[in-house]
Every structure is written in structure tokens, then in C-alpha cells.
């Protein structure tokens, strides 16, 4: 059973599961007259009948390609909700770089610091201040009412007046401090004045939303889905049970605020919409916000919205993502856009952001330093670890991405396998062979797996599996593959090598689309647990027979994993904040010293949408990959909201701590090291760094001394063999991780020669100690 809400927030009626792809708008319930417009190519503002059109594509930071680009962030766009019966409104370029801030790049920008290091009033605007709070269109827009509507002009001329007096009380008034409008003098008054003329001015149709996939630009299929919306807007979360599609989908926003979406098939993917009133200060979020994550709803000036917003540009503008150099720390200062935000708080008073940039400076502490990015281990580890550095640019191809070898004995970039003669699109996860001859690489925006000579790095074979392949694994024994069709309803089963495909099983019986994203296969090869995105579920499938049976999970379950004894596995619920524990025969998850047939760990319980997280205790937000230690004594999420890896002892399904990881922060996987233990290898998408995690460093058995033990930069160097060369983003967008040799149990037996002298006793039988 899914967790209940926190403190801090209310509930919604639940409505169906929902993903979504999130772009940022701004549209404006314009002070406009509803006039026939011309259809035209797209373009990044939406007023009425012309739609906003988001393109989904494959290139880096253009996954909600709007048209427009705002300091670096391409994933915004602008639409109007005109105001029927008036004039003026958004329809030009300069007037959406006057509302966005855009044409005061220089001077709102300097709000953040002055000369002295300390963030100065908005009176330093001086005569800029009206445009830099958007005050200017508010004006606009009164002036615009009170001109056309002979009743509706005592009310302007008052709402004319106030503007003017709110404007001088605020140039008092820090530049990163959230302003309560209800406090100022002139704030009541100038509300009420601004909802006297809201009157005179009814709201016009609403915003359409065009999501467009073309196979000439995504060459995934897509699905996208609503994360945040204001309270009250219709269709939300906007998912459609069909699945993932090509061709174009539209939706219609109803209310004014923020609106965010994602992709249920690529999450990271993310869009919004800001649906702005005129008759407002500053740019509107509305009054609440529906979260799509425990049937939110919350004030906009809650944590989790202002959380949500900072992960939005820090992941869709790659000017953001985090840069570590291998021997010196770097500074890392994200980038918003400095425009006015207004939000509600907790009590109901609209709350004023005078300036989104230098407010999250404040709030989430920029600038950061970056430390040292190689930051290498004392004790190596066996063998190597293969990260997909996914959003790798390479020259030669079209498609981003590569598989990126490092030798743990020595921690150096080994190699770096490209593929552009194949046009290797998007390497999501790996697998090997039990000979280890074979690198087994998914193409996530494709519909192939790859296979490579492992020690050469040589293409050897591709096979079409079927649209968007996520994650595979072997079958121990047999050396089957295992693949997850992410945008389909299947797992496919391919001969050993990858030569052919052996076989189809659906994960739904009951014929609905699942989505299947990060599967895992027990220690004996028999049985496959897939976590179904679409549908909050798990399907187990028994492999001999191709039987399945459904289990409930939390809400977006996105990756999965198994105890070593194959008695139990668990789910990464990206949206409903946890993980779920199910057992797969007789009652195997720990519950306070009982066995249940099933648990949830509640990532949430240090954690309060409308405050923020508990200082000192664990967090975790967006998890995704979950691996339980070969030994079963650690399991360790990945969480992308909080930029940290929650240490879970799956012995109890407690949460012991957390530990730090950095921007994306998405893959885990186990390896062995030297002398004995483990070390966990955690990639990350939006920095160039993995991090190297021991668990239990002095041995003992307890993982309260779970540390990070070191850091390691992906870069390639110049001894570095590669086949061919990065135009960008090197080091970046790590995801799959794949540790060789094999260590899980089940894997772990099956090693030979020179890889099992490597190896301690336990390391080769994690969970059988009388073997050793």
C-alpha cells in the first residue's frame, strides 16, 4: 500500500497513472482581442486557436523542442489564454522577451550578487524595475480594459494607481526574498482592484498543447504525461492508455499556473507551461499545484514545487548540467531565468518571487563547488565497470551516446565504444555473456541490441527487438538474453550471443500496455520480475512456462531488483516516493520483525512537500535503480530529486542513511572488491563523474559505515582507445552500469579461469557460507 501524504500537503481524488515529458511555457490569459489567427510553422507562443507545438526529439536538451531558446533551456515555450473582449496581448518576439526577462539579461542578472558579494534591492533597477517584475503588462493590460469597456475605467484608473505605489514599496525590498503581497501596504488593495477588472474580462478558450513525434526526429516512440498542473485543470495527468505513439497528441490547458510534463517512456525528458493572467503580478504558478506523485495538492510555495522547478532547468538546460575536473575543484552556478513567479503560500497569500534566479540561488545554495572529480579509492576493486555515457556527442553520427569501459584495478578510462558506423543510438544498459566474450548494449531510442567483442570493442552483431529496449540480462545456465521492450508490452528472450530471437512473452495477461522499463532475473534463470510504468504494477514471469502472474506495486515503479535467494524482490516507484518489497513464493519482506507477503519503505518519511526535507536524516526522491547486494546485506536506490543514494538494509527494510551522488544521479551496480566485499558503482546522467560506494568497509557485516569511497571523472584521457572521436558532452548522461566480472548469485558460480582466481570464496559464493 502506497504510503499516505505527508505533512503539508492535501490529497486529490486519484485519477490515472501519469508520466510526463516536462517543457516550460509561459502562457498569457492576454489582455488580447480572440481574433482569427493564422495558422503558422511553429513557434514558441500559443494564444488561442494557435497551438503550442512541442516537438519530442532525440538531441540533447531538446526533448520538448518548443522553438524557443531561453538561456539555454530549449524546452520552454509561451502561450496566451486570451481574455475575451480585450486588446493587446503576446503575439511578437519582443513582447515574450519582454515578459520572460529576456531583453534585460545584463540587469536583472546582477540582482543575484553586486560588487560586494551581497544581493542588492530592486531599487538598484532603478526605472527598470516595472519591466524586470513584469509590471509593465500588468499596466498594459488595466490600461487596455479600462479603454475598451467604458464601466471597467474607474476600476483601471484605481488598479493604475496602486501599480504605482506598489512599485515604489517594493524597492526596498531584497532581490532573493519572497515577498507576501498581503503584508505591503498597497498589496490588498491592489489585488482587489486587479479581480474587480478580471470582471470585465472574461476568460477566452483555452491553451492547446500539440506533442508531436516524428520518427525523422524521435526515434523512440514517446508518451508523454502531466507531472504538475494548477488545481483544478481538466484531463490531468493527461496519460492515455494506448501507450506510446508516433504522430501528435494535443491536450487543452484550462487553468492559469504551472503546468509540467514528462515522458513515461524517458522520464528525464521534461517540459512546462506557464499559463500566465495579465491581471496578475508577476508570472502565475496559480494558487495550488496537482502533483502527480501521491495525489498531491499543495501550494505553490511549497518545497516540492520550487524543488521540481529547480530540477526542471537543471536537467533541460544542459548549460546546467555539472562539470567536474579530474584534479581541481570547478564552481557550478545554475542558470534560471530571472523573471517575477507568483505563487501562494500555505495560508492562501499570493506570495511574490521578485526574481526566480537569484531565489533558488538562495534557496539551493548557488553557486556550489564541485569537489576534485578523481577522488580514486584505496583498495582497487576486480576487474572492470561499464558505464553508458548516454548523451555523449560523437562525431560521425547523428545519434548521442557511447559505453564507456574503466579499469577498476587502476581507475582509468580504458575504453570508449561509440559506434558510428552503426549510429549507436541512446546505449541505455549492458549485460555480458558468462564467457564474458560478449558486450551485450541496448539502443533506448532504437529498436536494436548490440552486441561488441568485449575485449576489442568490435561490432559484431545487432538484432531487432522491438521499440525502445531498456534493460537486459542473461539467464544463468541457459546464457539467454533477456531484453524489456520499454514502449511495448513484452520481454524478449534472444539465443545466447544475441544472434536471434527465441521467443515473445507479454507482461500483461490482461491485455492492457505496461510499459516494462528495468527488469531483473533470478539467481536460477526461472523467473523475470518486470516494474510496468503505466500501470503500478510488477509482472512476474515464469520462464520455462511463460506464465505470468501481476503484482502491485507504488506508483511509476521504473527499475527492479532481487535478494540474492531470489525470495523477494523490489521496486523503485519513481513517482509514489518508495520502494515496495514483494515476495515471490512464501511471505519474504521484513515488517518490525515480521515477514510480510509485501512492504513499502516510505522515502518520504523525513520529508514534507510543503517544507522541505528534515535536516540531518535520509531523503530520497525519484529513485530509480535499486540492487541488492550479492551478499544480501545492503540494497542502495538512486534518487534524482535529492542527489542521493538511500542506503536500505533489506534484512529489516529499514533506511539507514544516505549517501551523496551528484546531478542525475540514475544507475547502480555491484562489484567485487579486492580482497573481499563490494564496491557499488553509481553513474549519473547530468554530471561526468561516477562515484564508487563501499557498503561495508571494515567487513563486519553492519552498513551503518556505508561510505563513499571514492570518485572517478569519465572523460576520456589520451591513452583512452576509442573508436572514433567526441564532439561534446564527453563523460556525460550515465546510465546502464555493468560491472565484470559478475558477481550477483546464480552469476557469481559461473566464473572461470583467470576471473575466478580473482575472486575470494564468499565473492564467489555470496549467500552459501559453508562453501567457503
Known amino acids: 500500500m502506497s504510503p499516505e501524504a505527508p505533512p503539508g500537503a492535501r490529497t486529490r481524488p486519484r485519477r490515472a497513472r501519469s508520466v510526463v515529458t516536462v517543457t516550460l511555457a509561459v502562457a498569457t490569459l492576454g489582455a488580447s482581442a480572440v481574433a482569427a489567427v493564422p495558422a503558422s510553422a511553429q513557434q514558441p507562443i500559443g494564444v488561442g486557436p494557435v497551438p503550442i507545438t512541442f516537438h519530442m526529439k532525440d538531441d540533447n536538451g531538446k526533448w520538448f523542442d518548443s522553438g524557443l531558446n531561453l538561456f539555454g533551456d530549449q524546452s520552454l515555450a509561451v502561450a496566451e ?90 524597492t526596498t525590498m531584497r532581490a532573493d526574498q519572497p515577498i507576501n503581497l498581503s503584508s505591503l501596504p498597497v498589496g490588498l488593495d491592489l489585488q482587489g482592484a486587479l479581480n474587480d477588472l478580471a470582471r470585465f474580462a472574461v476568460k477566452g478558450p483555452p491553451v492547446t498543447v500539440n506533442f508531436v513525434v516524428d520518427p525523422k526526429e524521435s526515434t523512440g516512440a514517446r508518451n508523454p504525461m502531466g507531472l504538475i498542473a494548477p488545481e483544478g485543470a481538466e484531463g490531468f495527468p493527461y496519460d492515455m492508455p494506448g501507450g506510446a505513439f508516433f504522430g501528435q497528441r494535443s491536450i487543452q490547458l484550462t487553468e492559469p499556473g504551472l503546468y509540467a510534463f514528462t515522458d513515461m517512456v524517458t522520464p528525464y525528458m521534461l517540459g512546462a507551461v506557464v499559463v500566465d493572467d495579465p491581471l496578475t503580478i508577476g508570472l502565475d504558478f496559480g494558487k495550488a499545484s496537482m502533483v502527480n506523485s501521491r495525489n498531491l495538492v499543495v501550494p505553490t510555495n511549497s518545497d516540492i514545487v520550487n524543488r521540481l522547478v529547480n530540477t526542471f532547468f537543471n536537467i533541460t538546460n544542459p548549460n546546467n548540467w555539472q562539470q567536474f575536473k579530474p584534479d581541481s575543484e570547478n564552481k557550478f552556478d545554475a542558470i534560471q531565468p530571472p523573471v517575477p513567479i507568483l505563487q501562494y503560500d500555505a495560508a492562501g497569500n499570493p506570495v511574490l518571487i521578485p526574481n526566480l534566479d537569484a531565489y533558488f540561488d538562495k534557496k539551493f545554495s548557488y553557486p556550489k563547488t564541485l569537489s576534485k572529480g578523481n577522488q580514486l579509492p584505496a583498495t582497487p576493486g576486480v576487474g572492470e565497470v561499464w ?52 558486450l551485450y548494449q541496448t539502443e533506448w531510442f532504437s529498436n536494436k541490441l548490440d552486441v561488441f567483442d568485449r575485449e576489442t570493442g568490435q561490432f559484431v552483431r545487432s538484432t531487432q527487438v522491438g521499440q525502445n529496449p531498456a534493460h537486459v540480462m542473461t539467464e544463468t545456465g541457459s546464457d539467454k538474453l533477456v531484453i524489456g521492450i520499454n514502449a511495448g508490452n513484452e520481454v524478449v528472450e534472444l539465443a545466447p550471443g544475441g544472434t536471434n530471437v527465441l521467443r515473445k512473452i507479454t507482461v500483461s495477461p490482461t491485455g492492457e500496455v505496461r510499459h516494462p522499463h528495468a527488469h531483473w532475473t533470478s539467481a536460477d534463470g526461472k523467473t523475470v520480475v518486470t516494474p510496468n510504468v503505466m500501470t503500478n504494477n510488477a509482472s512476474v514471469i515464469d520462464m520455462p512456462t511463460g506464465t505470468v502472474r501481476t503484482e502491485k506495486t507504488g506508483q511509476f515503479p521504473i527499475a527492479s531488483s532481487m535478494s540474492p535467494d531470489s525470495s523477494r524482490f523490489y521496486t523503485a516507484d519513481f513517482l509514489g516516493e518508495s520502494i515496495t518489497c514483494v515476495s515471490l513464493a512464501e511471505a519474504a519482506c521484513a515488517d518490525n520483525g515480521q515477514k510480510v507477503h509485501s512492504k513499502t519503505i516510505d522515502l518520504w518519511a523525513n520529508y514534507s512537500p510543503q517544507d522541505g526535507p528534515k535536516s540531518g536524516a535520509p531523503f530520497g526522491g525519484l529513485m530509480i535503480q535499486l540492487p541488492v547486494s550479492p551478499d544480501g546485506k545492503a540494497l542502495l ?33 555491484f562489484g567485487a572488491k579486492k580482497g573481499g566485499g563490494y564496491y557499488a558503482y553509481v553513474s549519473n546522467k547530468f554530471s561526468n563523474v561516477m562515484q564508487i560506494i563501499d557498503v561495508d568497509p571494515n567487513g563486519d557485516g ?26 561534446g558532452k564527453a563523460g556525460y548522461g550515465g546510465q546502464g552500469v555493468l560491472p565484470i566480472p559478475l558477481v550477483y548469485n546464480g552469476w557469481a558460480q559461473q566464473n572461470q579461469g583467470s ?18
Not at 511578437?92 to 553586486?114: F, H, I, K, M, P
Not at 548521442?400 to 546505449?427: E, F, H, L, Q, Y
Request: overall charge neutral.
Open 81 to 170: 489564454m486570451p481574455r475575451l473582449g480585450t486588446l493587446g496581448g503576446l503575439t511578437t518576439g519582443g513582447e515574450l522577451s519582454s515578459l520572460l526577462n529576456s531583453d534585460l539579461a545584463g540587469a536583472v542578472g546582477n540582482l543575484t550578487q553586486n560588487l560586494l558579494g551581497q544581493v542588492p534591492l530592486l531599487g538598484s533597477l532603478g526605472g527598470e524595475l516595472g519591466k524586470a517584475l513584469n509590471l509593465d503588462s500588468t499596466l498594459s493590460a488595466v490600461k487596455s480594459i479600462g479603454a475598451t469597456n467604458r464601466q471597467a475605467a474607474p476600476a483601471a484608473a484605481k488598479a493604475e494607481n496602486l501599480l504605482g505605489q506598489f512599485g515604489q514599496q517594493l
Open 637 to 669: 536506490g538512486a534518487n534524482v530529486l535529492s542527489q542521493t543514494v538511500t542506503v536500505v538494509d533489506p534484512r529489516t527494510n529499514k533506511i539507514v542513511k544516505d549517501l551523496p551522488c551528484t546531478a542525475g544521479c540514475h544507475g547502480i551496480n
Open 387 to 438: 558505464i553508458d555515457t548516454e548523451v555523449e556527442e560523437w562525431a560521425g553520427k547523428k545519434a548521442v551516446g557511447s559505453a564507456t569501459k574503466v579499469n577498476v584495478t587502476n581507475w582509468t578510462v580504458d575504453r570508449k565504444i561509440g559506434a558510428p558506423s552503426i549510429n549507436m543510438n541512446n546505449p541505455h544498459n549492458m549485460w555480458t555473456d558468462k564467457d564474458y566474450k560478449y
Open 755 to 772: 576471473w575466478r582466481s580473482q575472486l575470494t570464496c564468499r565473492q564467489l559464493n555470496p549467500i552459501t557460507q559453508s562453501a567457503c
Open 702 to 727: 553492519n552498513i551503518d559505515d556505508a561510505k563513499v569511497a571514492g570518485q572517478l571523472t569519465l572523460d576520456p584521457t589520451a591513452a583512452t582507445k576509442m573508436d572514433g572521436s567526441i564532439a
